[in-house]
């Protein structure tokens, strides 16, 4: 929730809306845990997962 009330202050500055008519988002928490979420044009979420580094 943290990423998506982040991305309600901050306006639509980074999205982009995929051929599947959902937007892709991706946020920065707080603690720079970098966020991907997915969302319908209504504002729901589908679906939120942590962006993690290759080893």
């Known amino acids: 929730m943290e990423a998506y009330h982040g991305f309600k202050i901050k306006g639509a500055q980074s999205y982009i809306l995929e051929p599947n008519g959902k937007y892709k988002i991706d946020s920065l928490l707080n ?3 970098q966020i991907r979420m997915y969302s319908t044009k209504k504002g729901s979420i ?3 997962y942590p962006l993690l580094e290759k080893i």
């Open 31 to 33: 603690n720079n845990i």
């Open 46 to 48: 589908t679906s939120a």
